[in-house]
């Protein structure tokens, strides 16, 4: 296994079982997803016990999950309650995934139930949050989930990947800073007197300030295990303090990183960006969507075609270089995760990482 | 193996081949049918001697399979009779299946041609019966042959996959019977004075009867080796019979699946519908073709599913109800027949089945 | 490994990498070829060595394949040269591979570079001159790539591939012959006083020269390693000479065919025409161009349907007829120049055939 399970992954978003329940594979595990009710979810293995029939093609019914082969009835336990026709009292339960709507998301725990702790799901002090706006998507890429790690923990891809929207020539040449806290990696990096690049002037002009100035520009890339991936970003009109600067003279805000491996090589990535400006304006969350998926989307091809490069030359080994650094210190973090976890010390990603 | 091989099969329907060979795959053997005359069949290994192309790339010529590569010239007997410039006589021959045209389809024996029997073809009564019609079609579905098989005994899956066309509540809640008789399973069920679902209150309308009024449904399911299954099915106005009413009390028909086996995990479903109500209306013939494909399509994505479920999960065992006892029964036929064929004593299907 | 790897393969046209990079893989090497100025041509290994990424997804500047994730930038012999921040002398190299371009092609060897001499790439009498014209293109085959030898050195497959366009019966009729000169095999067929097929009665007509005519039709197929056949194709008026008639009397071309393996099982296919007459008239080109590629296009099933089969029944032997004399001829070469490069001599396809 090369991704911790006892923690918790985002699984879905609550839109998507809204309306049916949604059948998706998550750290190698087969998983029917559901809302035994409209303000509840649910996650069991995606299997029957009468035939083997996937679950998601079934359907919600007084709460519970109908098998739509034959009518088998599932509680959220993973147990049968009901069956036409048939006494259930011995049929073979299915694992049941801790799940758990919180933030804007449906977390899953895919590890052992016993350690499942909804207090170890991460603090999004933006969600739920009015002076914060939150817009997202989500994309599948056949790409170890580490590789995603690595891009996100090296920002100086874009200034190549995305050069025509949010990458520019200084973030290249200006050296970021690594650090560790705890289970914390943080890359940063901070370029001052530069001009901003069009994505940022968009932004500068959304929140009324002028895009032909000088700015002072930020990158705090915030890793904590098991693969989430927070970005503060932001530009500040020079002169006025930069990451520092009060909100009137800057526009910021916070790329959203939540990478669930699928299988070994390939994840279910979801982004989204949440900002602390003009965040009643639904029009602007719907462009800054549009814009971020645009520009995430250059991302795909170069991580699947980087995939299969490994996977071809399974024995050659990569370059880390100071820019890395993120990279490799979260691949340590998982690492202690993964360790910890197979030494059958049954310790959660929190305590793995307190106690190394 | 996981089929029997000394039996006959549906290989394809006489149409397939009017206008060229035809190349597909049976019990894992690649053949090519064709007629080496407009009343004639043949089938013979896709592979030609010369260089292996596959002959069914190539024409038929004066009762000649001709190589569409370098005009190599087959008989039926699967030696090769002739090619420009070359004496053929010590060409190494293809095996030639035997074949037989009959009852609307083309049969095809896989295993040993000694055995061959034409007289093993099943009987289909409504065949050639001016006072019966048939529709049908041909579906590629990735399963194993056994889930059709157990899916066609099992009709309680129609409440939940054919909820808007064929399935009621009711098949759910009344029991089904299960017996077997030599070579034959037969699965029945009979409902008693319940509201018709919207298919057979088309057909009751289209055989002239009130479609508002009570009926008596019945369902026969009747499996025969190797993987046959023909379903008696039809309702009539409550009160005059049911099975045994008269033909102006009711509509009938008889419901016509044979599964032929492309490889371990996918067959050849040729499903179709023989009725004997108002057999000349061939503007009724292709509706009922039309509503029978659609609602017989609903059954691909379960069963293609189901399959990948028992190939991820291959230690799990299935439950075997009694609605399964059908399918169950089914599978321990076919196990018998296969056991015998493996034992070498060359039995046929039908020899298998009275010795045991 | 079944093909030469000490030898000069065409691996794209120039065209290809006129605006960027082109990814290819050649006898199972991922190559990336590029222009590092307008006049020259190199290739690498399609990895950096930063991360892994392909090289073929980046760009070229200043004479530097720089990547297109993190900026690395690659010099021709494999070296990195320069990457923004970081020092790179210590950078693992990857491969360079030699390639020329040369007669229209862009020539690679993907072999042991210290043994590529330009001297051996095949000298193309009608490239770059006037009083010749070419027009070709590029198939990807999944076939092996002595399965297409085998179709170039047997023509009697136009009797039934190409039935409408070249193909006529004689050829069929007509034996061929074949012989071996060195390392070039050569097999000639001459139908004398026949019909004109639909493509040559094209020709002729196109050269000034009635179609309705008897001629003289000849074909010779010209092998030489690893895998090019030239096939010098012609008819003349009959009674003028056939072959040796004079150019007003004839109609005659060379077909030119690379193939360059991607894998053991697929090929690039570098298919093409060279004229001599009218070979001004543009517009001639690119309509036998189109003729070419659709006559082309026939045999690509054939081959693909012909590999699976062979893959399906690994230990079946082929037939070796008369007619597959040039290609059994051609695959022996092959076999004598595998056998020396893995004996280790390092000796060259030229010197290995030259030593035999």
Redesign the interface.
Known sequence: MTFPMNTWYVGCTPDEIDSKPLGRRICGE?VVFYRPAADRVAALE??C??????LS??FVQDGKL??????LEMGCDGKTVH????RVRG?PPVRSFPVVERHGFVWIWPGDPALADPALIPDLHWANNPAWAYGGGLYHIACDYRLMI?NLM?L??E???HSTSIGQKEI??T?CTTRTEGDTVITSRYMDGIEAPPFWKMALRANGLPDDQPVDRWQICRFTPPSHVMIEVGVALAGHGGYDAPAQAKASSTVVDFITPETEHSIWYFWGMARSFKPEDAALTAQIREGQGKIFAEDL??LE??Q???L??PG?S??K????TGGVQARRVIERVIDAEQAGTGSTVAEALTTH
Do not use: S
């Open positions: 087969a995606d299997w016990p009468h035939r083997g029939a996937p093609l079934g109908v098998c739509g082969y034959h009518g069956m036409p026709g048939q049929f690595d090296d100086t891809h200034t190549y990947v290249d040449e050296p091809e170069m075609r980087q299969k490069n490994l071809q030359w050659r990569l370059l270089l100071n820019i890395d």
